[in-house]
C-alpha cells in the first residue's frame, strides 16, 4: 500500500449506536451483549442450525466453504433497478422510516434523495464490480448483501480501491480514511464491510457465468476477481461484530427480498474457519 499512515489504535464505534440499539429485527430476535438475552441469541441460531444451516453444520475449511456456497446460492435475482427499492428496506433508518443510513457517513438522508448527483446518495458496490468485470447485470452485480447506499462523492473516492488500513481522513466522510490504493472506512461498518466481502467469495465460486470472486492479502488488484487486505478484513471483522442493524439488514434481504443469508452476520466464528 503506497504512503502507509501509521496504524492508528481502534475506535470503538460511536456513530448510530442510539439507532441501531432501537431496531427490531422482524421474524427473528437477535440478542444483544447482556446475560438473559443470550439464551435468545442460541435459540435463534439453533433454529437457523436446524434448517438453513443444516448441511453445513459440523463442517470446516473448504468444505464448510462449499456448503455455504449451495445453500445460499439459492435466491431470487434483482435487476439493478430493483435494487434502489430493495436498498430503501434494507438500509431504513429505524428512527426515521423516511431515510437510509448511508455506509461510509453514517448520515441520514431521504430515501428519495437517490441519483448521481452531489449530495444524492447511489448504489455501491462494496465489493468493487471491476474486480471481476462483472458489471451490474442481474448477479454478483446486484446482490443487495453487498450493495449499500452511500453519498455520491464519497462513493467515487472509494471507487474501485481495496480495503486495508491508513491515508488520508476523507474530507465529506470523517473517520473514513483513503490513499491511492485502498480505503478504510470508519470504525462503526468495518465488520460490515469485512463480512460483505467474505460473503460475496462464498457466493460467488466461478458458476453462474460469472468470475471465481476471492478475497487476497494485497491492494492494487485491478480487475482481477480478487480484493484485499485479507487479514486486515479479518481484524475488521473480529473488532467489530455484528449489530442490531446489520442482523436486522440480513434477515428483511432473507425475509422480503433475496431470501438468503449472509452466513457471516449469524455464525461470525465460521470466517476463522474458511480463512484459516
Keep these: 500500500m503506497s504512503a502507509h499512515s501509521a496504524r492508528r489504535r481502534w475506535r470503538r464505534p460511536l456513530l448510530v449506536a442510539a439507532a441501531a440499539a432501537s431496531i427490531a429485527v422482524p421474524s427473528v430476535a437477535f440478542a444483544t451483549d447482556s446475560g438473559p438475552a443470550d439464551s435468545g441469541a442460541r435459540s435463534t441460531v439453533d433454529a437457523l442450525d436446524d434448517t438453513y444451516y443444516q448441511d453445513a453444520i459440523g463442517k470446516t475449511g473448504p468444505e ?15 435487476s439493478y433497478d430493483q435494487v434502489w427499492d430493495a436498498l430503501k428496506k434494507t438500509d431504513e433508518d429505524p428512527a426515521d422510516t423516511s431515510n437510509v443510513i448511508l455506509l461510509y457517513t453514517g448520515r441520514s438522508q431521504g430515501k428519495d434523495t437517490n441519483g448521481g448527483d452531489p449530495d444524492q446518495w447511489n448504489r455501491e458496490h462494496v465489493w468493487a464490480k471491476s474486480h471481476g468485470d462483472f458489471g451490474t447485470s442481474t448477479g454478483p452485480g446486484t446482490d443487495v448483501h453487498h450493495l449499500r447506499p452511500t453519498d455520491v462523492s464519497v462513493n467515487s473516492t472509494r471507487g474501485n480501491k481495496d480495503f486495508d488500513n491508513g491515508g488520508s481522513e476523507v474530507g465529506e466522510a470523517p473517520g473514513n480514511f483513503t490513499d491511492d490504493d485502498s480505503f478504510e472506512p470508519r470504525d462503526a461498518v468495518k465488520g460490515d464491510v469485512a463480512r460483505m466481502i467474505l460473503y460475496m467469495a462464498v457466493r460467488y465460486d466461478g458458476e453462474d457465468g460469472f468470475a471465481d470472486l476471492e478475497p487476497n492479502d494485497e491492494v492494487n488488484n485491478g480487475s482481477a476477481p480478487a480484493i484485499g487486505r485479507l487479514s486486515v478484513l479479518k481484524h475488521w471483522h473480529d473488532e467489530d461484530p455484528p449489530d442490531d442493524f446489520e442482523k436486522r439488514r440480513n434477515q428483511i434481504i432473507f425475509d422480503e427480498i433475496q431470501h438468503n443469508r449472509n452466513p457471516f452476520i449469524d455464525h461470525p466464528e465460521w470466517v476463522a474457519e474458511i480463512w484459516k
Design 64 to 78: 464448510l466453504k462449499a456448503a455455504l456456497h449451495t445453500i445460499i446460492s439459492d435466491q431470487t435475482k434483482l
